[in-house]
Structures are given as structure tokens and as C-alpha cells.
Nanobody, 123 residues
Framework: VQLQASGGGLVQAEGSLRLSCAAS????????MGWFRQAPGKEREFVAA????????YYAGSVKGRFTISRDNAKNTVYLQMNSLKPEDTAVYYC?????????????????WGQGTQVTVSS
């Protein structure tokens, strides 16, 4: 599976962005998908996950209520809608495909990674 993330950029605090992750290769709908982020000097952390059919989702506590993960299997794409952005959301965001079809939250559960897209939130 090849993953291509896009949609990052510079936004003011309280603004919104929508990230997209286009997948190609093996059957996209078989994989649970996730978003992670990595800020400068920090470890990569889990943000959100969605099951293969889209019925199951899971969020990190820091983004719950502000971010929404979704997927369109017909378009082989997963999305991350980010609202009420805060400066602490600034990071490189990565999409990933999991080894299982459910919601996976740890890095080791993910087999395929995109290249990352930068999100910068100014105060």
C-alpha cells in the first residue's frame, strides 16, 4: 500500500484544516487506517484511527471533540477534519495503514506509512 498525505498548511488558532490520505496498491478497504503526528523534538503520537468499514473510530484525548476521522473506500481515501486548532497541534501529520481491519492505536500496529504533511497553527 502506498499512501500520500496532503492538505497541511499554516492556519490561525481556532481555524480548521482537512487532511487527506490517498492510498494505492492493495485493497484499501481491508485496512484499518490511522493518523499520527510528530512535533519537533517529540516522539510520534497517535491522533485518530478508523476501522476498515468506517464504523469504528478512536481518538487521542487531546483531539477528541475537535478532530474527525473518516474514509471513503470508493475513493481509497481517508480524511482528518481538524477544527478548533491550537498551537500545540503543530506537527507533521502522517497517515498509516494498519495490519488489521480494526482501530489500532500503537505505531507497531501499522505496516504502511505516508510521507507526512506539515500543519502549523499560529497563535
Amino acid at each position: 500500500v502506498q499512501l500520500q498525505a496532503s492538505g497541511g498548511g499554516l492556519v490561525q488558532a481556532e481555524g480548521s484544516l482537512r487532511l487527506s490520505c490517498a492510498a494505492s496498491g492493495r485493497t484499501f478497504s481491508s485496512y484499518g487506517m490511522g493518523w499520527f503526528r510528530q512535533a519537533p523534538g517529540k516522539e510520534r503520537e497517535f491522533v485518530a484511527a478508523i476501522s476498515w468499514g468506517g464504523t469504528g473510530t478512536y481518538y487521542a484525548g487531546s483531539v477528541k471533540g475537535r478532530f474527525t476521522i473518516s474514509r471513503d473506500n470508493a475513493k481509497n481515501t481517508v480524511y482528518l477534519q481538524m477544527n478548533s486548532l491550537k498551537p500545540e497541534d503543530t506537527a507533521v501529520y502522517y497517515c498509516a495503514a494498519a495490519r488489521s481491519p480494526g482501530t489500532s492505536v500503537t505505531i507497531k500496529e501499522y505496516a504502511y506509512w505516508g510521507q507526512g504533511t506539515q500543519v502549523t497553527v499560529s497563535s
